[in-house]
């Protein structure tokens, strides 16, 4: 497993003005601060800015400057690293790996990615602002080969600030990323994407539930034939499998849902469902504590 530092990057709030024009040794008066070092971290006056100046000044202009200075500057505060789903499933062949990572930070500071990630070929694309989230993010992207089949990887993700005086370190993220064989029936080629969003085991039944969404060429009566043709096989991760063979029916979204009776000696700690070659895998909630690995 190897190790990996990431690229380092830094932004500023969104929708500051030009930090530059807090470069003045007249701010000095105006705030009644001893030195340039309330604010600075070297009485050139200039940045890095200490934790807690660039929102003080945005928020309130000068007075919220004196006010930072008379409460003896802001505590610095550790970057977020957004949390991320616990497990990931890529099919070979099929579309990679792609796993946003959103960091974000108070007070504007720089930091560096940092982690575990044992897949040969992954990598982190080129540093973004996130339009939904309209936070700082890189993707990591993976591409899985005929080698990695069958396996899952664990990986270990954290953000550290940089910087003069930066020490802080984030919360620390980690998912499960399994890999699954290429589709084998040609019929599913039609099916763009399968997901198996829920697992819960209660009072002797299994229930799932998930989505099935067709490629937009595929006809509504393409789909029903389809959906007769093709089957859900259901096993725990280690193999054993779990009843005979599901049809599913799909509502007007395209979701799924199936209830299974189990007795308790019989429940996985987690289910694995093959939809004709499309693979996924979910860790199933209120499982007994002797559920089967």
């Not at 720089?110 to 309209?134: E, K, V, Y």
């Not at 193999?239 to 189990?262: E, F, V």
Request: proline share 5%; glycine share 8%; with cysteine.
């Amino acid at each position: 497993m190897k190790k990996l530092a990431f690229l380092t990057f830094g932004i500023l709030a969104t929708g500051m003005a030009s930090p530059q024009a807090l470069a003045r040794p007249e701010y000095k008066d105006k705030t009644g601060a001893a030195d340039c070092t309330v604010c600075h971290f070297d009485n050139l006056g200039k940045s890095p800015w200490k934790p807690g100046v660039l929102d003080a000044y945005f928020n309130n202009g000068i007075p919220g400057l004196i006010a930072f200075v008379k409460a003896g500057g802001l505590k610095d505060t550790a970057p977020v690293l957004s949390q991320i789903n616990t497990q990931w499933d890529v099919t070979v062949g099929e579309s990679p790996l792609d796993i946003p990572l959103h960091v974000f930070d108070k007070e504007g500071d720089t930091f560096g990615l940092h982690g575990s990630i044992p897949m040969l070929g992954a990598s982190l694309a080129t540093l973004h602002i996130d339009a939904t989230s309209n936070l700082p993010t890189q993707n990591l992207k993976w591409k899985p080969t005929t080698a990695d089949v069958n396996k899952t990887y664990t990986i270990s993700l954290y953000a550290t600030e940089n910087g003069a005086g930066r020490t802080l370190k984030s919360n620390v993220v980690t998912a499960n990323i399994s890999v699954w064989a290429a589709r084998s029936n040609a019929a599913i080629a039609q099916v763009q994407d399968f997901k198996l969003s829920t697992a819960n085991w209660s009072a002797g039944k299994l229930t799932l539930a998930g989505n099935v969404t067709f490629k937009s060429n595929v006809t509504a009566p393409e789909r029903a034939t389809l959906l007769n043709s093709l089957t859900l096989q259901l096993r725990s991760s280690g193999g054993l499998m779990i009843g005979s063979p599901l049809k599913l029916t799909l509502d007007k979204t395209g979701g799924w849902t199936q209830k299974l009776a189990l007795p308790a000696a019989q429940v996985p700690c987690s289910i694995v469902g093959d939809y004709e070659g499309l693979n996924v895998t979910r860790a199933v909630s209120s499982a007994p504590a002797a559920c089967l690995k």
